[in-house]
């Protein structure tokens, strides 16, 4: 049964390096569970040649077959520095409404480009496309992961998605069954109740996950939260009458089922490391991803079967499942293009500069006048997390600013706070400086989910620089709904642009975008993001 | 001439990553660049791993031996994340002063763990160790970087430094001849001047890289920096009586001497890219470090051996001092140890936590009673260049108090002031919060620079913090200097450490040192630093 069984594994090569020592193997214990016959891994942190070499290592310490999977949803740069990064997925859910068949073909594109990176990496197995729908903004933990806020929207580009990622001979992923969109709670956290009907469920949340069965996708993800319409007693991911019944038989799915983390307190908190692995594939599913102990795990399930409570021959035919999943797959290529680098990530370059384009939104003039430099207000949740990949010191959004004179504000979760007591004008504006304010809000779904307070006053302190002459534009990375907020607000004359990219390739764009009128475009047309 | 130029490449392996494309060449132009028989690239950028595969890669391009180059002088993880990251040159140059045998066996097996490290990246040379003296600490480039305040000490240690590297393999590099430590300006932005007698460099500037020299060192790299008393007219870079008359000559070295980067504005924004490579072989280089224009250099140097400005048998000499250095290196081994890291890291990592703890100093109380939680207030220059390497989210310095209920304050260049206008009590207490303030301080040699203003009242808030009764503890990360201002300020019962090095080992150490008062120790003893 160990190979039911998917552990996490860090991305780089030595245990001093883990991110999350708690929850990465390390290397004496992961290589002897793969010794043992453990059946998978999943890997986070490290750049791509370090997930290279490591997918390499992992290989020969299984000495067999073995799946390797990553959380890449929005391009495999997402998670692995070298690789292509691309707009997050609900992007392509709103481009839909305008220009639907732009749109699927992108989503085609996107899932071949995440395909070919994860291919060339040694993955084998990516973990998506999200066929939740994204219903809800208030969504905590799904939102701009989505690809749309209707069911035929998101059904068809995460079809789109599957098509494109499997042809690249890589595995695709639905998640998280039967559909985690509506939800205003997060499941890594807690156990979301969805209350909704089986009739409700049909006509909203379940759709995209037929349309990827359709595509063929070769597996689908669970979710961790209650259905009680459908089971009063087990989460969704421990559930027979969701996974079995609906799934399997209702559905028709033939393809892997795999457990969302195990690992999560929801789960692990409620059923303990090892039961809840048995619960798991009693319920019907065919892997267990990150138990929280594998070897009781492992434990678990040998006793299960021993007593008669799992049979044998359903595992067998998990295995099985398995064994015909990795054979859909392209083997392992010999390494990241070491030999021509740029031949492999040019495609995948354009594409991404393509998506960033097709999608950016932008309102308001293109500001004539060119005003004095002034202040460059950016709002991260977290500088620290940010750093790594969305604003390294050279990136277009602070470093262009900077020569051209502007002087960086920067705000994150763990700044000191900008904010007054005057909930009409809310920002200090003395602890600002003079000049001009250019705000630039990197966002995702969850607004300022890193700051202490509660929700900051962004509509308040956009209309405070209006009244004061001090707007000189405004740019939103992420959110699409703060961007419907804010951009009402802005006064004639102030140019505005929405990105749903946050990464350097899209900041060069987006600053090009404002307008000639605060001089921060690049100066060599078309010379992207080198600035 | 090709082969006497050094040109800087990304450790990264696609262009699209390159950190600063202004000054890392595109692929294209480095393969030819190698093609044509340029003799070694400097590398900067890139985890461990990636520069592995980038070095095995430029070989191949090149097709001989190449020199293969990276600034490590604290580890070779201080560069490349994944190797070892130790302590700062400066903190065993303290040692030195109270317990000489063991800084000097420490500073050898510094050496030995840096070579180690370099060469199992494929790099064959070490642009270590900084010779310079830094008697004067206001000195905004060396500072930490050099192994003592008095040429003994730097002397002695260097000497120790380079057998270690040198014993692995590797060769080393004594820089910045000759000596750059009693400066205050920094030659990255103009060109220094030294106005010292030949009488002074005898006795306080020479005295390292003579011990380096009869240690053996294979190169030594060049100051960009005016001695009048010298050479009037050229800094020591171009200066035939600095290179040749003083270091060839007097001094008697027989190796490799390369110029610091031509491409700073001192050198180049004066000279030309061509004109300053043939200057510097004029006056005895033997290579030419990161020339403005590569083809520019190499062009000009063809014409002043045409014309007869430069002698073909100085330039063979030079290549064949170039080719016997390469004969001293170890081959290239097959890449990093991918198929046992723990082994390869293991006896790097006991070392980085005994240089830790060797140079770690305390002060004061160990602070018994227990305060509630309160405010971690940390200063860093940048939070962006600090992220991804001193203050990750899971940096103990950050995540460690934050589990025990701490907030966080982070302050960095870019934040919103934390100052208000009284000079006695300088920090605005009313943006703090409530509670007691842990000030964590991350200052190398230069404070503070990242700020908007000048230097920073720490002194003042520290008496503002503890007339308050709201100081908890003090940790300064880097600067002794800072440390010695702030230590005698430090009101009794309340714990200060200092740690010269800024990593996340020597950030568990510190609080563990604060003492069991703060509560911030790790609850599991010797767990290390993956709390």
Redesign the interface.
């Known amino acids: 049964m160990h190979q039911l069984i998917v552990v996490r594994g860090s991305g780089?090569?030595?245990?001093?390096?883990?991110?999350?020592?708690?929850w990465e193997l390390p290397?004496?214990k992961l290589r002897s569970l793969l010794e043992a016959g453990v059946g998978g891994v999943i890997l986070l942190g490290?750049?791509?040649?370090?997930v290279?070499?490591?997918c390499?290592?992992l290989r020969?310490w299984a000495g067999q077959p073995l799946l390797l999977c990553a959380d890449v949803e929005e391009g495999v740069g997402q998670r692995f520095?070298?690789a292509t990064w691309l707009v997050p997925p609900l992007a392509l859910g709103r481009l839909y409404g305008r220009e639907p068949q732009q749109a699927l073909e992108l989503a085609e594109r996107y899932g071949q480009c995440t395909g070919r990176d994860a291919q060339g990496l040694g993955l084998n197995w990516v973990l998506g496309p999200v066929c939740d729908v994204n219903n809800n903004p208030a969504n905590p933990v799904i939102n701009v992961r989505a690809w749309g806020e209707d069911p035929a929207t998101a059904g068809a580009l995460a079809a789109a998605f599957v098509r494109g990622v499997q042809a690249a001979g890589v595995l695709g992923c639905a998640k998280h069954f039967p559909g985690h969109g509506d939800t205003s709670s997060d499941s890594h956290i807690t156990l979301p109740l969805l209350p909704h009907s089986r009739e409700r469920l049909a006509a909203i949340e379940l759709p995209p996950f037929q349309q990827a069965i359709a595509a063929g996708v070769a597996s689908v993800m669970t979710a961790h939260l209650m259905l009680p319409e459908l089971d009063q007693e087990r989460p969704a991911t421990l559930s027979k009458p969701v996974l079995t019944g609906l799934l399997r038989q209702q559905l028709g799915f033939g393809g892997l089922i795999v457990t969302d983390a195990l690992v999560m307190d929801a789960i692990t908190g409620r059923y303990g490391a090892g039961e809840a692995a048995v619960l798991a594939l009693e319920a019907g599913a065919d892997l267990v991803l990150m138990p929280a102990d594998a070897d009781a795990a492992i434990a678990a399930i040998a006793e299960a079967v021993a007593s008669g409570r799992l049979r044998v021959e359903q595992l067998e035919a998990s295995a099985e499942r398995r064994l015909q999943a990795l054979e859909r797959c392209a083997g392992p290529e010999a390494?990241?293009?070491?030999?021509d680098?740029?031949a492999?990530?040019q495609p995948n370059?354009v594409l991404a500069l393509e998506l960033v384009r097709a999608t950016m939104e932008t309102a308001g003039s293109s500001g004539a006048a060119t005003p004095q430099a002034g202040i460059n207000l950016?709002r991260l949740d977290?500088?620290?997390?940010?750093?790594?990949a969305v604003?390294?010191?050279?990136a277009p959004a602070?470093a262009r600013p900077e020569s051209r004179g502007w002087?960086?504000?920067?705000?994150?979760g763990?700044?000191?706070?900008?904010w007054g007591t005057d909930t009409d004008a809310p920002l200090a504006m003395e602890?600002?400086g003079p000049g001009p304010v250019l705000l630039q809000l990197f966002v995702r779904g969850n607004p300022f989910r890193g700051s202490?307070g509660s929700a900051e006053p962004w509509p308040a302190a956009l209309r405070q620089l209006a009244r004061a002459g001090r707007l000189a534009g405004l740019v939103v990375y992420g959110s699409p709904y703060l961007w419907e907020e804010l951009r009402p607000l802005l006064p004639p004359g102030v140019p505005g642009v929405y990105s749903p990219g946050q990464m350097p390739l899209a900041q060069a764009e987006a600053l090009q975008r404002l307008g000639s009128g605060l001089g921060l475009g690049d100066t060599e047309a078309g010379a992207g993001f080198?600035d």
């Open positions: 780089k090569l030595a245990d001093h390096q883990r991110g999350y020592p708690r290397n004496n490290g750049s791509a040649a370090e290279a070499l490591r390499t290592q020969r520095d070298g390494a990241l293009a070491v030999a680098p740029e492999a990530a370059q950016i977290s500088a620290l997390a940010a750093a790594a604003l390294k010191a050279t602070l002087s960086t504000l920067l705000l994150e763990r700044s000191p706070s900008p602890r600002l202490a080198t």
